[in-house]
């Protein structure tokens, strides 16, 4: 952790509680929280706390790609699938079901939780994955105007359209 001059003032490494020091994903929360994805789990460092760590260590989720804390819940999206729990809960993350396998993002766009699989685009409602496109894997969500958005695919581009509040499939953009 560095200052705004960029001077050191905290290093946090497996000396210091990390499960490993190989980071895929940070998210800092409104708690003065950081949530390290990493190689084998995940970790939390509470910045402002003598505790610094909670990590899930001995936890079958797998790899972290991404994490997401929307409408009070916590999701952790790794390469076995979807898990979340309540954010404020000290309970176990739970799976959410049709989400096994890889989990590539996990945006916000337009108060909509979208998840990128390795089997397409999920719109996620509290428990429960809402298929927007199967097919090849999402891995990157990009607005283009409160309507409209792209998203990145194993194949190439896709257009999504908001209707009814809900994001749909409109096409594969050809010859990209």
């Known amino acids: 952790i560095l200052s705004p001059e960029g001077e050191l003032v905290q290093h946090i490494a497996t000396d210091e ?12 929360d409104d708690k003065n929280g950081l949530w390290l994805g990493l190689d084998n789990g995940l970790s939390y460092v509470h910045l402002d706390s003598p505790k610094q760590f909670y990590s899930l260590e001995r936890s079958s989720i797998g790899t972290v790609y991404a994490t ?23 309970g ?12 590539w993002t996990l945006q916000v766009v337009n108060d909509v939780l979208l998840c990128g699989h390795d089997k397409g685009a ?21 607005e283009l105007n409160k ?6 695919s194993y194949s190439g581009l ?7 509040g809900s994001w749909k499939h409109v096409s594969h953009i050809q010859n990209f």
């Not at 509680?17 to 800092?28: E, H």
């Not at 997401?68 to 000290?90: A, V």
């Not at 176990?92 to 989990?103: F, H, M, N, W």
């Open 147 to 152: 309507n409209q958005l792209l998203a990145g």
């Open 68 to 90: 997401q804390i929307f409408n009070g819940n916590l999701y952790i999206g790794t390469n076995q699938g979807l898990y979340f729990k309540p954010e404020k809960s000290q």
């Open 92 to 103: 176990p993350l739970r799976p959410i079901a049709g989400l096994d396998g890889q989990v």
């Open 17 to 28: 509680g990390l499960l490993n020091n190989t980071v895929l994903a940070a998210f800092a």
């Open 122 to 142: 999920y719109e996620i409602e509290g428990t429960l994955a809402e298929p927007l496109y199967n097919g090849t894997g999402v891995w990157l969500f990009r």
């Open 158 to 164: 896709h257009l999504f359209k908001k209707s009814l």
